[in-house]
């Protein structure tokens, strides 16, 4: 299994016959992902590379199928268009757009309350299920089918975390980039609990950066409800107060939101966080489980209650469940060709 | 964005926000002209955009327009340092003139987006004067929140929560609605990221004034807000950061001596943090981008070795939408055309990597290459030691 997307998954691009659109629903639809559908208002009627294009979400719908879009206009039509495909009934809506306004992402947010819908994003890579689907503008090639799920709100940190993974032959279940915006869709709690209920995946590797109380928020809920081991890396370490670095939400507010009070509160989780980007794939190594616990872990459930027994917490152990051996199932066997 | 105080106090007017009646003035004779029209004491305040300007001697009260003229030829052209300004302190090129109050009482009110809820949040304190973040760590208790959809807007119970929670009464309650509301309309029709009055102030005789002002804008919406736009004041940001917005780059100085590009927020932040473990200081957070084109990457290098600070670059691009082919040429195009003499490392992976790294080898220039994230920290740390 994987979360979200997978080969059921069919794709509408929403700004499809835009430069980016096109682009990226090729790169998509070359990855083997099912883009069925595009959608730009006045177009609707043309096939655009093989892609039928409708005017609205709905008919993309009624016609093809579509079950996740893809959201790629421009920042000033991004809500509408996430509005859109709510309304019209989409489940999995992927918004990459960056630049968004913070009080439209306000309301749209508040509009998909109570809906059966989810919303990845804005402002991120998407989400990829290596082998499977992708639906998102990450460079699909770095990713290798497996056993790890990862959830960032970056872009590029999260390829760099994957291509360490890839190189120590490590698999990805999903990687779902959260989005570095102040107000987002799915948060690392809703992508935690998806990968805690996922047979596939057996290890964590979860992204933040300065910025908000996400992270602390996440840290609580695995300390509750996650028996799968995690790693965790906090971009920002360096980051000057009251400067927004480049993402609208990694901004250090009034002495809040600092890399150190994230950092800590993870720890103090029980997860494995590690100080350098550069060793996020090497502490995910040490951590996964060998292949013969995959059947274990499969059959835990989230649990409702702490994931772990008293006393376990306190033994000052960084793996989350007890008795589970270090040694790593795949040692670094092939260099990534350069 | 953020704007001064004197601006702040003209959008809040349109809006019906009450505001101390003054204008602001960037000449002493002008600041006295306007004491003399106002009567009586006046307020000369230093319009800076960092706050503290009160400890830092940026405001001072005035008896006579003779007086305000020379507490604003003292001001104006000074060197404010506040706890938010740099140690170099802010200029100061303006100042406003504000006909003086007798004050019953000091409160805060804000207004911000609440991001753990997704909903903006107005806050009010009986703790006017002080930081509200001070406030919620020494007396969170004095802090009465309240949550508004836009939706619906502000209602009745919002205001009447904030007022009794603040010991409002009388008169009073119906002038902290109507305050609350005319502040909350123009947080919602301006698009700000933060609407703060600090003190609002209760006037011996019954009145609410916002007695200072301050409004952030959210960057993402000044798109629609043009007459926003005219008040940015660039002599308020760094001259290479406003040099770096006009090619859409993403560049904020910072002390260090390692010079840093990289492609993406995350992965800029994650680079300046290795650079640190490495025993070096990051120069600067740089993120070109996931499209940057040829001639972006080579302002981006131009940008970045301008800051004299700079001994050597640390490239650390993850290759994605912006291939590594597109980069390599822009990175050689600056080399060459720069005359770039500094050490510079590059460390290329994803898209396009092997083209990339040919590119370079056969540039005849002489690029230091790297094998990942630490091997590129470390080599830049050394070369910056080494220059």
Known sequence: MSILVDKSTRVVVQGLTGKEGTFHALACREY?????????PGKGGIVHEGIPVFDTVAAALAKEGANTSLILVPPAFAADAVLEAADAGIRVIVCITEGIPTLDMVNAARALQGKDTRLIGP?????????????????????????????????????????????????????????????????????????????????????????????????????????????????????????????AGAIISGGTGTAAEKMAAMRKAGITVVKSPAEMGQAVARLLPPARAAARMAARPVSSGPARKKGRGAAKSRRPVAGRKPRALARPRTRRAK | MKIHEYQAKMVLTEF?????????????????????????????????????????????????????????????????????????????????????????????????????????????????????????????????????????????????????????????????????????????????????????????????????????????????????????????????????????????????????????AGLAMATMDIIKLAGGEPANFLDVGGGASAEQIENAFRILISDANVRAVFINIFGGILRCDRLAEGVIKAVKTLGVSLPIVIRMEGTNVELGQRMLAESGLNFLTAQGMKDGAEKAVRAARGA
């Open chain 2, 16 to 264: 019906g926000v009450p505001v101390p009646r003054g204008r602001v003035a960037d000449t002493a004779p002008l600041a006295g002209a306007i004491a003399q029209e106002l009567g009586g004491t006046v307020v000369v305040k230093a319009q800076i955009h960092a706050g503290g300007r009160g400890k830092g001697g940026g405001v001072k009260l005035a008896k006579s327009p003779q007086e305000a003229e020379q507490v604003a030829s003292q001001i104006l052209g000074m060197m404010l340092k506040t706890h938010q300004t740099g140690p170099e302190g802010q200029q100061v090129k303006r100042v406003l003139v504000e006909e003086g109050m007798n004050i019953r009482q000091e409160l805060y009110l804000g207004i911000v987006i609440d991001r753990k809820v997704g909903l903006p949040v107005i806050m009010a304190s009986s703790a006017g004067g002080m930081e509200i973040e001070e406030v919620a760590r020494t007396r969170p208790e004095a802090i009465v929140k309240v949550h508004v959809d836009p939706a619906t807007g502000v209602t009745g119970f919002h205001t009447r929560k904030l007022s009794f929670g603040l010991g409002l009464d009388g008169d009073l309650l119906k002038g902290a609605a109507d305050f609350v509301t005319r502040l909350w309309r123009a947080f919602g029709t301006k698009d700000c990221s933060l609407a703060e009055i600090n003190p609002l102030v209760i006037t011996a005789d019954g009145r609410l004034l916002a007695l200072d002002a301050k409004m952030n804008f959210d960057d993402n919406a000044l798109y629609r807000h043009p007459e926003i736009q005219t008040l940015r004041d660039l002599d308020e940001e760094s001259p290479l950061e406003v040099e770096a917005s006009r090619f859409n780059l993403n560049y904020i100085k910072l002390d260090g001596n390692v010079g840093c590009m990289v492609n993406g």
């Open chain 1, 32 to 40: 083997g992902t099912k883009v069925v559908a595009g959608v730009t």
């Open chain 1, 123 to 247: 402002n991120c890579p998407g989400i990829i299920s290596p082998g499977k689907a992708k639906v998102g503008i990450m460079p699909g090639h770095i990713h290798k089918p497996g056993r790890v799920g990862v959830v960032s709100r970056s872009g590029t940190l999260t390829y760099e975390a994957v291509g360490q993974l890839t190189a120590r032959a490590i698999g990805q279940s999903t990687c779902v980039g959260i989005g570095g915006d102040p107000i987002i869709g799915t948060t690392f709690v809703d992508a935690l609990r998806l990968f805690q209920a996922d047979p596939e995946t057996e290890a964590i590797l979860m992204i933040g950066e300065i910025g908000g109380t996400a992270e602390e928020d996440a840290a609580a809920f695995v300390r509750a409800h996650v028996g799968k081991p995690v790693v965790g890396f906090i971009c920002g370490q360096t980051a000057p107060p009251g400067r927004r670095m480049g993402h």
